[in-house]
């Protein structure tokens, strides 16, 4: 990538309308992503100088400033208190510390990348996102969105309710993008679990959640039902890391784990 000029904005709203001034303005967070693309970037406007390198445990939420680097989230003992710990989990799996450094958590969501490892458990932590202009959108929602985003994301919110946890990544090699992640999470409000590298972006199994939720006792069959649904109801293709078929099996297996495991039915998976 070749980046022409860089522009340090005063404010988000400075940073806002500089984005809006033209098509070859783009917003820079850790810029491991950026440069990799063939692009000529105008202006690049850096996000580093908008305090938005943050982690907030306030009385409901847990608020994660966009521009938080992938290692201070799972090095945080306050992120690591929510849903067993997942998240930091997740990114413990992703390539080198060196990078984890680098790579900001805004960035990865933001680019709502197939291949992510943040976005599919932070959708089974239900996730709210704070973008400057829209305001807030559920994680949920903003993956429904299509298109480039003209916005920028200011920091996610996780609400603070009792809660377990489930992650798992499979990949070929240590430093390997996933062939599937799963996440599953339990809170009083019942089940929610995300798939996310199908190979594309992470998604709830909602009919899998509603057989689980509405249930009023949960046994290993119901289980084994709500994870062959799971792999059933989701859409998976096939790439040079897996093929449709082979992800949809791991998903089967791995929500019935995770389903196990948050209800106390087999030992760590
Ligand atoms: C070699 C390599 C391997 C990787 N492997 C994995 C992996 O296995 N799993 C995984 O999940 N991820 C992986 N990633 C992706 C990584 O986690 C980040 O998603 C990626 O690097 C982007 O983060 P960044 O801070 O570098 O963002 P940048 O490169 O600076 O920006 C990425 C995009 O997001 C936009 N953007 C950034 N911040 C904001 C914001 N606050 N508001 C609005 N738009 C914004 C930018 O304009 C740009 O379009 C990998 C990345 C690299 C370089």
């Not at 489930?166 to 999470?185: G, P, Q, S």
Request: some cysteine; charged content about 25%; hydrophobic content about 40%.
């Amino acid at each position: 990538m070749k980046i022409k000029s860089v522009y340090k904005p005063a404010s988000l709203e400075d940073a806002y309308q500089e984005l809006l001034k033209s098509s070859k303005h783009v917003l820079m967070a850790g810029g491991a992503w950026l440069r990799l693309s063939n692009r000529t970037v105008e202006k690049a406007i850096d996000l580093g100088c908008l305090d938005l390198a943050f982690i907030n445990d306030t009385a409901e939420a847990v608020e994660i400033g966009s521009m938080t680097t992938l290692k201070a989230v799972e090095d945080s003992e306050i992120v690591s208190g929510l849903y067993d710990g997942i998240l930091p989990a997740a990114l413990s799996q992703i390539v080198g510390i060196g990078l984890r450094n680098v790579v900001t958590i805004g960035g990865n969501v933001v680019a709502r990348h197939g291949f992510s490892d943040i976005i599919t458990p932070l959708l089974a932590m239900n996730a709210q996102l704070k973008f400057y202009d829209k305001g807030l959108l559920s994680l949920h929602e903003y993956l429904e969105t299509r298109g480039k985003t003209t916005d920028i994301l200011e920091k996610i919110i996780i609400a603070k309710v009792p809660s377990r946890g489930y992650f798992k990544k499979v990949r070929k090699t240590a430093l390997d993008f996933a062939v599937i992640n799963v996440a599953v999470t339990k809170t009083e409000a019942g089940f929610n679990i995300s798939v996310g590298s199908r190979p594309s972006v992470g998604m709830l199994c909602e009919t899998a959640m509603a057989l689980l939720n509405k249930a009023s006792n949960i046994d290993e069959n119901l289980v084994d039902k709500a994870a062959r649904c799971a792999a059933d109801s989701l859409k998976f293709s096939d790439n040079h890391r897996g093929s449709g078929d082979y992800r949809r099996t791991l998903t089967e297996v791995y929500v019935k784990r995770g389903l196990l495991q948050l209800l106390d039915l087999e030992e760590k998976a």
